[in-house]
């Protein structure tokens, strides 16, 4: 016997009812992005490989050791030995799409969200899969555009912080920094390696390695024995220029006269190459290890290390896996039934009539369906015992549909939480099912 196919290690596939929440949270994220006047952008899901190289930094581990690439077999000259990688993450495209299509000369402000899949090889674990979906956005424009404006930051965060609450996703915490000017950073990670050269040798492996390749990721160690060697080291607060301390201080003005709560985590820098300034983070306690439900920041200069205009902007990608997962443990999904049942009765000896019956049954639901009624059609051939277990199961209400029945026109609807039965002429039939169906 050949061996069965299954989904690749660290994707899988979204079944309903679970998949009428991801509609859902797709569905709030487009009405309240709509609201703050943001525009849909959809990238391709490959690109160059040198874009994420370039866009995302060599040193991530993303680039380094989790993005899936291939050598493309392209017959012509141009494509030949071409490197293109699934996207590990939406933001390098968008700011190689504002670029490839001068978008900056409009002089205005560009806010594009994003929805889709994105793809890391990670290890898999609760809340951390290869294939897994981000729905984010960007504000991005020439500084004459106030694309640098400390309010853009906060109006971000304010947005998503509406959001989460629309969503209906409660407990979570913002936590914010600044990582500075990319001059602020490259000093404040001089400062931290010599700061750990002493020290580095008590800790761990990862961190040994860090210490050397980029010591600002020091700071995203969870290991425990190093928390207190970690607690010691110089903070980036110090090290930020004028510019960069008075920039995240009208952040936080905005979002204190907003009335958007956070809390300030100096330990924040995000593992991505290209942020400057404000870095954020939304957590969420039910999720475990992987408690990020979403991250972002400014990145000032990524337009121009693409090749681009200068562009600051600032944006942010949430894992639309861990808001469903945040959803499920507060019972958010729960299968919806639909709002009748028809279930054609028919004779299962006399081929003929149950033929008839089941064309009337057909008719019937397409009728509802076009009055905007969600139905679901059983079969002629069930008893009627079968047809009351599934319409049970399926619907609110089940409305039975026998000879006598298409002869007089007049139906039997019985309605589940009620136990109420009534008999409804067929014209009247869209009106009776649309009432509420609860006791
Ligand atoms: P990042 O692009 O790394 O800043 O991640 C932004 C958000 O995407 C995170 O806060 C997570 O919610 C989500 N995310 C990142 N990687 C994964 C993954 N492998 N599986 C599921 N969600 C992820």
Not at 376 to 383: A, T
Request: include cysteine; charge should be neutral.
């Amino acid at each position: 016997m050949s061996q069965t196919l299954k989904a690749v290690r660290g994707t899988r596939d979204l079944l309903p009812p679970e998949t009428e929440l991801w509609n859902r949270i797709d569905r709030t994220a487009r009405a309240v992005f709509a609201r703050y006047n943001f525009g849909e952008i959809r990238t391709p899901i490959f690109e160059d490989t040198s874009l994420f190289a370039r866009g995302v930094g060599e040193e991530t581990d993303i680039v380094s050791k989790e993005m899936f690439t291939w050598e493309d077999r392209g017959r012509a000259q141009s494509e030949r030995n071409q490197l293109l990688t699934l996207r590990p993450e939406n933001t390098a495209g968008v700011v190689r799409a504002y670029i490839e299509h001068k978008l900056g000369e409009s002089g205005q402000l560009q806010k594009l969200y994003y929805i889709g899949p994105q793809f890391r090889r990670e290890r898999p674990q609760k809340g951390r899969f290869r294939q897994f979906y981000q729905i984010g956005a960007e504000v991005i424009g020439p500084p004459s555009a106030g694309s640098e404006s400390p309010l853009r930051d906060a109006e971000v965060l304010e947005m998503l912080a509406t959001f989460l609450d629309e969503l209906g996703i409660t407990g979570w915490t913002l936590h914010l920094n600044s990582v500075g000017s990319s001059a602020d950073r490259a000093r404040y990670n001089e400062t931290l390696r010599e700061a750990l050269v002493p020290v580095v040798g008590q800790m761990c492996e990862d961190c040994q390695r860090r210490a050397v390749t980029n010591p600002l990721r020091v700071l995203d160690c969870k290991v425990p024995a190093d928390q207190p060697i970690i607690e010691t080291l110089p903070k980036i607060a110090d090290a930020l220029d004028e510019e960069s301390k008075t920039h995240f201080a009208a952040v936080l003005a905005a979002l204190d006269a907003a009335g958007v709560p956070y809390t300030r985590n100096d330990r924040l820098v995000r593992g991505l190459d290209y942020y400057t300034r404000t870095t954020f983070e939304f957590t969420h306690g039910g999720l475990g290890a992987q408690n990020a439900l979403l991250g972002g920041g400014r990145y000032d200069g990524l337009s121009e290390a693409l090749g681009g205009p200068r562009a600051p902007g600032i944006g942010f990608a949430m894992g639309e896996d861990r808001l469903v997962l945040t959803l499920l443990d507060q019972n958010a999904a729960q299968a919806q039934k639909v709002d009748a049942y028809i279930a054609p009765l028919g004779d299962p000896k006399d081929e003929a009539a149950l033929a008839r019956i089941n064309a009337a049954a057909l008719a019937l639901a397409r009728e509802l369906r076009r009055g905007g009624l969600s139905i679901e059609l059983g079969d002629g051939g069930f008893r009627l015992k079968k047809s009351f277990e599934m319409a049970d199961k399926a619907a609110r209400r089940i409305v039975i549909l026998g000879e006598d029945e298409v002869r007089s026109g007049i139906l039997t609807v019985k309605t589940f939480a009620t136990g109420e039965q009534a008999k409804v002429p067929r014209a009247e039939l869209t009106v009776y099912l649309a009432k509420p169906a609860s006791a």
